[in-house]
């Protein structure tokens, strides 16, 4: 059954440092979507991303942050300049079509921002 | 906020027993979702209701909906220990984003 992967699996950083959070969607997915989970709370939605823009983009995604599709397989996001608070589960996901149906979600990446 | 608000938070039973959970939301929806998370893992899709759907059922979930009281059910039937993870109510309005409750730890002992 295809799905969706990411790398890597847990990744330490110090602060200031930019990171950059790698996924493979699954193929023939068209949208895609970051998330992240800071320890104990919730699921917060960062960024969606069709045809090779943004779609949309909650409050927390700032000038810091950034989304790349650089070629077929590979959807990114980068971190210019990781702060303390950064350090979460960041969670990669795409679906086929958009709309709020289902979305597949890959195992995420632990940062730890030290 | 936007975003479902699970009741139980926590929820323990004996295998085969049925757990039920329930999310509220605050303003209206085009669908909500359940998604599972087992510890430490990605989160994986259950069941999807439209708004305009009132019950929905898969393998041993069953869906509720009722959009007069802005509140939706997770039926888990004959649970079983591989049951165990966080559930969470996930809603979506139309803006391209879903929006996640707290979840709901359920721990099922065989």
């Known amino acids: 059954e295809p799905e969706v992967t990411q790398t890597p699996s847990h990744q330490v950083t110090q602060m200031g440092q930019e990171v950059i959070l790698r996924c493979v969607p699954i193929?023939?997915?068209?949208?895609f979507y970051w998330y992240r989970q800071i320890l104990g709370q919730k699921v917060e939605f960062l960024v969606s991303f069709y045809n090779n823009e943004i779609s949309e983009k909650s409050e927390i995604f700032d000038d810091q942050f950034s989304v790349e599709r650089p070629d077929g397989s590979n959807f990114t996001l980068k971190i210019r300049s990781t702060k303390l608070e950064d350090s979460a589960m960041y969670f990669c996901a795409s679906s086929e079509v958009a709309e709020g149906h289902e979305q597949y979600f890959g195992p995420g990446t632990r940062l730890t921002v030290t | 906020s936007q975003q479902g608000e699970e009741d139980p938070q926590a929820l323990s039973i004996q295998e085969g027993e049925n757990a039920t959970m329930n999310c509220s939301y605050k303003?209206?929806?085009?669908?909500l979702q359940w998604y599972r998370q087992n510890s430490g893992r990605g989160l994986v899709h259950l069941i999807l209701?439209?708004?305009?759907?009132r019950e929905k059922h898969s393998g041993r979930l069953r869906v509720t909906l009722d959009t007069s009281k802005k509140s939706s059910s997770l039926l888990i039937t004959a649970s079983r220990a591989a049951d165990t993870a966080s559930y969470f109510c996930v809603t979506y309005y139309g803006n391209n984003r879903l929006a996640f409750g707290k979840g709901n730890q359920v721990v099922v002992i065989p």
């Open positions: 303003t209206s929806i085009n669908n």
């Open positions: 209701i439209r708004s305009n759907e």
């Open positions: 193929s023939n997915h068209l949208y």
